[in-house]
């Protein structure tokens, strides 16, 4: 269905993108389910290009999360840390490409991100990647992984502003053999570089009657996946996955 829609658009290379890559910027996080995408897709197609590489615009994504044995990283997202930082890898499966990525927010609400390429995920991190973290991060933790995630992408470019716009669908989290499958669930997320709300994208989701969330793949899928921790900040954003998937 989602494919079907995304010939409405004109592609955009992936060096075209690179023009605007926003590696450091504010991100606007919404959830819808794919009934009401197709929905904004409709209203937004002549406003944005979408990334298409070789004949291809619904990307594979897979993703590895590490955290310490007390799961410091997410701790210091639920309790409202306002420096804090994400450690991950991800492959873009369809390439067979890999990064090793730090991902910061501070607390005026910009995203900066970090990467370096890598042969393939790591189990245990190696004394390259170790020195990366160390260098783009404060984690002094030893880490090692406790949480993948599997998704497919498209991603739009704004024809006339800085402005990319990722969707993401089949969410899949798993850890320790245990899964959590969001099939339904779609996740808008909005980047740019100062947060302005007057483009395309923001209309349409305002004519939907979709608002923005605080909205993190990784909390979510360990206050899924691990019973014992603490999870009561992540409690509403939760019980709206759940409505909005059945």
Known sequence: MI??????????????????????????????????????????????????????RLMKYSTLYFDSNDKILYKHHHNKK???????????VDSNICFLEVKKKNNTGF????????????????????KFIKKYSDSSQILHPV?????????LVNKNVPERVTIDTRIVFKSNN???????????????????ENTAIYKALK???????????????????????KSNQFKEINLKLNKLHN
């Not at 306002?82 to 873009?92: A, D, E, P």
């Open 3 to 56: 494919s079907n829609n995304l010939t409405k658009f004109s592609p955009i290379s992936l060096k075209e993108m690179d023009n605007v890559s926003l590696l450091k910027r504010v991100d606007t996080k919404f959830l819808t389910t794919e009934k009401k995408l197709v929905e904004i897709l409709t209203l937004i197609s002549s406003e944005y290009n979408v990334l298409d590489i070789e004949n291809k």
């Open 147 to 155: 949480l993948s995630n599997t998704f497919s992408r498209f991603t």
């Open 82 to 92: 306002g420096n804090r930082h994400k450690i991950r890898m991800r492959k873009y």
């Open 178 to 196: 245990v899964s959590k499958i969001l099939d339904k669930i779609v996740v808008i997320e909005v980047k740019q570089e100062k947060g302005k």
């Open 207 to 229: 004519t939907c009657k979709i608002s923005n969330v605080s909205f993190s793949k990784y909390c979510i899928g360990i206050s899924n996946l691990i019973p014992s921790i």
């Open 111 to 130: 995203t900066n991100k970090f990467r370096c390429p890598i042969d393939n995920f790591e189990t245990k991190l190696s004394p390259s990647s170790l």
